[in-house]
């Protein structure tokens, strides 16, 4: 872990944890359009307790936790997903690693589009 986050490449496959993180937020950024669900452009700014990595996976835990419930009790989990999309964009922003991330991001967009869709499961 670098004071970047962790990301590297295996022949042309992005790796390492802040890669995962970029495929959550591709992911949920997905399913926000999917749904026909408009993301503000407004960035509710939340207290962060400095650059701890660990702190920040538990937050983005907590967060996709919360959607998950409102899922489960079959309420509107989008509001919660777009916190969850937002917090990531968020704790890069305030890093000062936007650009770094976002280079992340395309990479593993790139990297999806050479990939089978669902690896072959079936829906």
Same mark, same amino acid.
């Given at each position: 872990?670098?004071?970047r986050g962790e990301f590297y490449m ?32 407004? +960035?509710?700014?939340?207290?962060? &307790? ?6 920040? %996976?538990? !937050? =983005? ?19 919660e997903l777009e916190v969850f999309a937002?917090?990531? +964009?968020?704790?890069?922003?305030? &890093? ?6 976002? %280079?992340? !991001? =395309? ?5 999806n589009k050479t990939r089978p869709y ?6």
């Open positions: 872990l670098n004071s295996v022949q042309d496959k992005p790796e390492g944890s802040d890669t995962e993180i970029a495929d959550a937020l591709i992911r949920t950024l997905g399913y926000l359009a999917l749904n026909n669900y408009t993301v503000s452009d407004e +960035i509710k700014r939340e207290k962060m &307790r400095g650059n701890n990595p660990l702190v920040f %996976h538990a !937050v =983005l835990h907590h967060k996709l936790s919360l959607a998950t419930e409102a899922l489960r009790d079959k309420s509107n989990c989008l509001p937002k917090y990531i +964009i968020d704790y890069y922003d305030k &890093r000062m690693l936007t650009e770094w991330f976002e %280079h992340i !991001v =395309l990479a593993k967009i790139e990297y669902l690896h072959g499961r079936n829906r």
